[in-house]
């Protein structure tokens, strides 16, 4: 049981957020374990965006508790603190410093993370450089660090801010739809690089799109109407009548 309890890294319990008398999630029920890759899906305004904005502090539920890692509750936290505490969050839109060099933009990730933002100009110890050179290879940029942001493809700017993200040492990454617009070899790409990072984080995407979930979900949650329809197997997900009728009904 203690094992169990240590292996939750997220707990939210009965959350629901209403947004003037409207309840865009409600009563939702949502455990992470470590080093899950969690796909929550669901159709248009089932509440899939407001509950990572709830997890991420982006918004407060009007009921309902957030634990991290175990025994944090975070539920009233202001969004930089959550963030600094370990659950960073990545919106569709890239956002990254476009003029700036892919190294650049790692290495203000790093610093920011460090709270050095006054030291900008300091001089990178050879062990950063070694950290930003690694994460470089890992997110497949190794050879376009001197490369300017800004003119990365639509799927290496995606890249590149997850490993923004990464230099920050969240322990939980919550991404929002993060292969849309790209290319069927990106996609395949970021699932291969999503595989890599649970094996040390815990991850949540929000995804429309399902061959990309069927192809790397471990356990898929589906919500509807701002609640929890169904959770488990891509397979036992996929063979419920309700989520068929939900999504054949949209
Ligand atoms: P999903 O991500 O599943 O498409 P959302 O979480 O974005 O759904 O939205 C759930 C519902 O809440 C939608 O009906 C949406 O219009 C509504 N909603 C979202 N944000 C707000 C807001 N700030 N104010 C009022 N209604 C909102």
């Avoid at 290495?107 to 070694?130: T, Y």
């Avoid at 376009?144 to 700017?157: F, M, N, P, T, V």
């Avoid at 993200?165 to 919550?174: A, D, G, K, Y």
Wanted: proline share 2%; charged share 30%; hydrophobic share 40%.
């Amino acid at each position: 049981m203690k094992e169990q309890m240590e292996s939750v890294i997220l707990q939210c319990s009965e959350v629901t957020v209403d947004f003037d008398g409207f309840k865009a999630v409600q009563g939702m029920n949502f455990k992470l374990e470590k080093g899950e890759l969690r796909f929550l899906i669901g159709p248009n305004g089932a509440g899939k965006t407001t509950m990572l904005d709830v997890i991420c502090g982006k918004v407060k539920p009007t009921f309902g508790r957030v634990i991290f890692s175990g025994s944090v509750d975070i539920t009233k936290k202001k969004e930089h603190q959550i963030a600094e505490m370990g659950i960073g969050r990545k919106f569709q839109t890239p956002s990254i410093f476009a003029s700036l060099t892919v190294f650049e933009n790692l290495e203000i990730a790093m610093k920011q993370h460090r709270g050095v933002f006054a030291a900008m100009r300091a001089k990178l110890h050879s062990e950063d450089r070694e950290r930003i050179d690694a994460q470089l290879a890992m997110i497949g940029l190794e050879d376009k660090g001197e490369w300017r942001a800004g003119g990365l493809s639509h799927g290496e700017k995606q890249w590149l801010e997850i490993g923004m993200m990464l230099l920050q040492e969240p322990e939980i990454l919550l991404l929002d739809e993060p292969v849309a617009g790209m290319t069927d070899n990106e996609t395949e790409k970021t699932g291969e690089l999503l595989q890599e990072i649970r094996l040390t984080q815990s991850i949540v995407v929000v995804e429309h799109d399902m061959e990309f979930v069927r192809n790397f979900a471990s356990k898929v949650t589906v919500m509807h109407e701002g609640k929890l329809l169904k959770e488990g197997s891509m397979e036992e997900v996929q063979r419920d009548d309700r989520v068929a009728e939900v999504y054949l009904g949209k």
